[in-house]
């Protein structure tokens, strides 16, 4: 599993919500290319461009408001695998692990870091850098968000966890819940387990 | 802070743990029973989780006591297919009200509504109220009696919190993992701290909930209450009827919120007990306390409506509905200041009724027709103009008088466009004057 993550610092500031991630009137489609073109529209003309070279680095409260999974969709459909901030809302926060955009707290990062710093993430050692000098210590996530991360997301893991229920329940009628060819949970790195 | 992820790995994993080996497919435990010294959000989670006690930072895996959903159903079913799900865990636990596009305006949303009805006729899901039946769904919930006093409700809107107002644990999730509580019927979930917010005191005329919340966020912050859980009580939280409870509710969302409650009334509903642990206890006295408006593009920017009057800001748009303020009472409220009156030329109002049967007293007791007469344009029951994405969309620069619940950047339209929040008398107020107004200064 991946977990090292680097990338240009598109920098934001406190309380940035769902509506400024995504706003509502793109909330009727679900194709996440078009969701992914509309990330942070109501800012864009301010921030420099968004792709897998770049991550968010955020303040307080980051994607507060709307429970819209649009709002991480949009911005793992830039490439983007991880987001950080100094906490996230919590309807966000659950959202981004169960699709597979990892969520990073990192206390301190909002003021060190600006538009276009280079911020290293290493996941197995812990630590976040600045420009390559100046590092931060991060969090373990606990194990039942480490459980949903290394499964790849929460389809991966609830589709496991029928399949085993179905096999012990009746073997020869695990028929239903069989795998289906179409996966969506995309991997994506985690903390150490 | 604390968080989901980071309180456990800062309280040292102490008092963490999972009560399960599975996460979502758990057998049943003993049935639990109260303990003393237990907020309510800790009776009913323990009870939702077979426990016998659980305590704040407990991560429990949970059945699930009703799920709602709104348009977002139809993105739940993605996720359900993928997870190998064929079949709901319980379509008598399942309620779900369009509110989003009532009625449909786009080729993507009718898209939506037309999945979400093949989905709830396959399923049985006999909870279902389509155009003209429902309205917003936690108002619908909440008449239909499926919010009971010690429930756990999950729903696909941020504003589920709204349920709290029965004594329930109402939380929003995501589509993915409502697709999760479709397929098992459970969910895991820390054990949230309880802040608790006493009233006192005895309101003066034209306040209302809305105002006592908008106090209360301009007072504590944004995310004061993120991953708590917010327990309204005192005499002033008693002295109210459920519509104005569920306004209370509704908003301790935009406290980043997990849930929003008032203790049920009746026999068996779970109350906190006298020792019961909370991470703060806040006292307001809404005694004195005047209309309050939350100024863009944040709910902190509290300030009593009549110092915002002063700037003498133009509306072009005022907006009366939503969750947060579209029940009887407060259309009442609106018509008492409009009634007889034109409202002002340079103003647009608009009228959502939260839902069909709202519409329809509403109807009967001739509040739509005299704030009709009054050159309000009527819409139908649904989310309305609060979310932007449907009706009463603001053009750039426009400033709208809302009593929904948020007043982002763009929330309502253009990103140039400013939302004003308030209570339905100083909505209608600023509809009459043209300008920001406070109902006292009528």
Same mark, same amino acid.
């Given at each position: 599993?991946?977990?090292?993550?680097?990338?240009?610092?598109?920098?934001?500031?406190?309380?940035?919500?769902?509506?400024?991630?995504?706003?509502?009137?793109?909330?009727?489609?679900?194709?996440?290319?078009?969701?992914?073109?509309?990330?942070?529209?109501?800012?864009?003309?301010?921030?420099?461009?968004?792709?897998?070279?770049?991550?968010?680095?955020?303040?307080?409260?980051?994607?507060?408001?709307?429970?819209?999974?649009?709002?991480?969709?949009?911005?793992?459909?830039?490439?983007?695998?991880?987001?950080?901030?100094?906490?996230?809302?919590?309807?966000?926060?659950?959202?981004?692990?169960?699709?597979?955009?990892?969520?990073?707290?990192?206390?301190?990062?909002?003021?060190?870091?600006?538009?276009?710093?280079?911020?290293?993430?290493?996941?197995?050692?812990?630590?976040?850098?600045?420009?390559?000098?100046?590092?931060?210590?991060?969090?373990?996530?606990?194990?039942?968000?480490?459980?949903?991360?290394?499964?790849?997301?929460?389809?991966?893991?609830?589709?496991?966890?029928?399949?085993?229920?179905?096999?012990?329940?009746?073997?020869?009628?695990?028929?239903?819940?069989?795998?289906?060819?179409?996966?969506?949970?995309?991997?994506?790195?985690?903390?150490?387990? | 802070?604390?968080?989901?992820?980071?309180?456990?790995?800062?309280?040292?994993?102490?008092?963490?743990?999972?009560?399960?080996?599975?996460?979502?497919?758990?057998?049943?435990?003993?049935?639990?029973?109260?303990?003393?010294?237990?907020?309510?959000?800790?009776?009913?989670?323990?009870?939702?989780?077979?426990?016998?006690?659980?305590?704040?930072? +407990?991560?429990? *895996?949970?059945?699930? #006591?009703? !799920?709602? /959903?709104?348009? %977002?159903?139809?993105? $739940?079913?993605?996720?359900?297919?993928?997870?190998?799900?064929?079949?709901?865990?319980?379509?008598?636990?399942?309620?779900?009200?369009?509110?989003?596009?009532?009625?449909?305006?786009?080729?993507?949303?009718?898209?939506?509504?037309?999945?979400?009805?093949?989905?709830?006729?396959?399923?049985?899901?006999?909870?279902?109220?389509?155009?003209?039946?429902?309205?917003?769904?936690?108002?619908?919930?909440?008449?239909?009696?499926?919010?009971?006093?010690?429930?756990?409700?999950?729903?696909? +809107?941020?504003? *589920?919190?709204?349920? #709290?107002? !029965?004594? /329930?644990?109402? %939380?929003?999730?995501? $589509?993915?993992?409502?697709?999760?509580?479709?397929?098992?019927?459970?969910?895991?979930?820390?054990?949230?701290?309880?802040?608790?917010?006493?009233?006192?005191?005895?309101?003066?005329?034209?306040?209302?909930?809305?105002?006592?919340?908008?106090?209360?966020?301009?007072?504590?912050?944004?995310?004061?209450?993120?991953?708590?859980?917010?327990?309204?009580?005192?005499?002033?939280?008693?002295?109210?009827?459920?519509?104005?409870?569920?306004?209370?509710?509704?908003?301790?969302?935009?406290?980043?919120?997990?849930?929003?409650?008032?203790?049920?009334?009746?026999?068996?509903?779970?109350?906190?007990?006298?020792?019961?642990?909370?991470?703060?206890?806040?006292?307001?006295?809404?005694?004195?306390?005047?209309?309050?408006?939350?100024?863009?593009?944040?709910?902190?920017?509290?300030?009593?409506?009549?110092?915002?009057?002063?700037?003498?800001?133009?509306?072009?748009?005022?907006?009366?509905?939503?969750?947060?303020?579209?029940?009887?009472?407060?259309?009442?409220?609106?018509?008492?200041?409009?009634?007889?009156?034109?409202?002002?030329?340079?103003?647009?109002?608009?009228?959502?009724?939260?839902?069909?049967?709202?519409?329809?007293?509403?109807?009967?007791?001739?509040?739509?027709?005299?704030?009709?007469?009054?050159?309000?344009?009527?819409?139908?029951?649904?989310?309305?103009?609060?979310?932007?994405?449907?009706?009463?969309?603001?053009?750039?620069?426009?400033?709208?008088?809302?009593?929904?619940?948020?007043?982002?950047?763009?929330?309502?339209?253009?990103?140039?466009?400013?939302?004003?929040?308030?209570?339905?008398?100083?909505?209608?107020?600023?509809?009459?004057?043209?300008?920001?107004?406070?109902?006292?200064?009528?």
């Amino acid at each position: 599993m991946k977990t090292k993550y680097r990338g240009t610092a598109i920098a934001l500031g406190d309380h940035v919500d769902t509506d400024t991630i995504l706003p509502g009137k793109y909330l009727a489609t679900m194709d996440p290319a078009i969701l992914a073109a509309h990330c942070l529209e109501p800012i864009r003309g301010r921030l420099p461009p968004l792709s897998k070279n770049t991550v968010i680095v955020a303040g307080r409260n980051f994607g507060c408001g709307s429970s819209r999974e649009g709002a991480p969709v949009s911005i793992l459909g830039n490439g983007m695998k991880i987001v950080i901030a100094e906490s996230f809302a919590r309807i966000f926060y659950r959202n981004a692990v169960n699709i597979g955009l990892l969520p990073i707290e990192c206390s301190g990062i909002r003021r060190a870091a600006k538009n276009g710093d280079m911020v290293e993430t290493d996941l197995a050692a812990l630590n976040l850098t600045v420009n390559g000098k100046r590092s931060f210590p991060l969090l373990p996530p606990p194990p039942h968000i480490q459980r949903i991360i290394s499964a790849g997301g929460l389809v991966p893991l609830v589709k496991k966890e029928l399949l085993a229920a179905s096999r012990v329940s009746r073997s020869g009628r695990a028929k239903r819940n069989k795998p289906q060819k179409h996966n969506s949970g995309q991997k994506v790195g985690g903390a150490r387990p | 802070m604390a968080t989901e992820a980071s309180s456990c790995a800062r309280s040292g994993c102490g008092r963490f743990r999972i009560a399960h080996a599975n996460l979502f497919l758990s057998p049943d435990n003993a049935a639990a029973t109260d303990m003393p010294g237990s907020t309510i959000s800790e009776k009913i989670l323990a009870r939702a989780s077979g426990m016998a006690e659980v305590k704040t930072g +407990d991560v429990v *895996t949970a059945r699930v #006591g009703l !799920a709602t /959903a709104h348009d %977002a159903c139809a993105k $739940v079913l993605g996720p359900f297919e993928r997870m190998g799900a064929a079949r709901v865990w319980d379509p008598e636990k399942i309620a779900i009200s369009l509110d989003h596009w009532a009625p449909a305006t786009t080729g993507a949303a009718a898209s939506l509504h037309a999945k979400t009805r093949r989905f709830v006729k396959e399923q049985g899901i006999r909870h279902f109220y389509d155009l003209g039946r429902g309205g917003v769904c936690h108002q619908v919930v909440m008449e239909e009696g499926l919010a009971r006093p010690g429930l756990l409700i999950l729903g696909t +809107d941020s504003h *589920t919190t709204t349920l #709290g107002a !029965a004594g /329930a644990f109402a %939380a929003g999730i995501g $589509v993915t993992e409502m697709a999760a509580v479709f397929a098992t019927g459970r969910i895991w979930l820390k054990v949230p701290p309880t802040v608790r917010i006493t009233l006192s005191g005895k309101p003066d005329k034209f306040i209302c909930a809305k105002d006592y919340i908008l106090h209360i966020i301009g007072k504590l912050g944004r995310d004061s209450a993120a991953y708590k859980a917010v327990e309204f009580c005192g005499p002033a939280v008693d002295a109210l009827g459920l519509s104005q409870r569920m306004t209370l509710c509704n908003m301790s969302a935009e406290m980043g919120a997990k849930a929003g409650i008032v203790a049920g009334k009746g026999k068996g509903a779970p109350a906190s007990d006298d020792d019961a642990r909370f991470e703060s206890v806040n006292d307001f006295n809404i005694g004195g306390l005047t209309p309050q408006v939350a100024c863009p593009p944040s709910l902190e920017n509290v300030q009593p409506a009549s110092t915002v009057a002063r700037k003498r800001i133009p509306v072009d748009q005022a907006f009366i509905g939503s969750c947060t303020n579209g029940r009887l009472e407060d259309l009442q409220a609106a018509e008492s200041i409009l009634r007889g009156e034109k409202i002002h030329p340079r103003t647009r109002l608009l009228v959502s009724p939260a839902s069909q049967r709202v519409y329809r007293q509403a109807l009967k007791a001739g509040i739509i027709s005299s704030l009709a007469e009054s050159g309000a344009a009527v819409l139908g029951p649904g989310c309305a103009a609060c979310f932007g994405g449907h009706v009463g969309i603001l053009a750039p620069r426009e400033v709208c008088v809302s009593t929904g619940n948020r007043n982002f950047t763009g929330r309502m339209g253009d990103a140039s466009s400013r939302v004003y929040l308030a209570s339905p008398a100083v909505a209608a107020a600023s509809a009459l004057y043209g300008e920001i107004t406070s109902p006292e200064d009528i």
